[in-house]
């Protein structure tokens, strides 16, 4: 069965740091481009940062530019999290697809995993 696993969660202050990974069970996550979203209770999901198949090309929504950062290794792809806000405070999920062009058009990723939660309190 082919899946993704988000983990690195937790509760942390105001101005902290969390990094998330993404790894894979049944299926080779370095054929894959990678996004991370996140959705917030009573909030829609929104596109966080993605990137590419090579690891050559990342994007960020506006909100996290400067504090987060996406990276990929082999088999995982981490999104490191830098001075947390409470409005980050979320349910983060990764998802991958075939397409380098798809970012943050969650409708066209093929692969996402179950969410780690996130939650930035002081």
């Known amino acids: 069965q082919s899946q993704l696993v988000e983990s690195g969660g937790g509760l942390v202050q105001p101005g902290g740091s969390l990094r998330l990974s993404c790894t894979t069970s049944?299926?080779?996550?370095?054929?894959?481009?990678v996004g991370w979203f996140r959705q917030a209770p009573g909030k829609e999901r929104e596109g966080v940062s993605c990137?590419?198949?090579?690891?050559?090309s990342t994007n960020y929504a506006d909100s996290v530019k400067g504090r987060f950062a996406i990276s990929r290794d082999k088999n995982t792809v981490y999104l490191l999290m830098n001075n947390l806000k409470p409005e980050d405070t979320a349910a983060y999920y990764c998802?991958?697809?075939?397409?380098?062009?798809?970012?943050?058009?969650?409708?066209?990723?093929?692969?996402w995993g179950q969410g780690t939660q996130v939650t930035v309190s002081s």
């Open positions: 998802a991958a697809g075939y397409s380098d062009q798809i970012c943050f058009r969650a409708d066209e990723y093929d692969y």
């Open positions: 049944g299926f080779r996550l370095d054929y894959y481009a």
């Open positions: 990137i590419s198949t090579a690891g050559d």
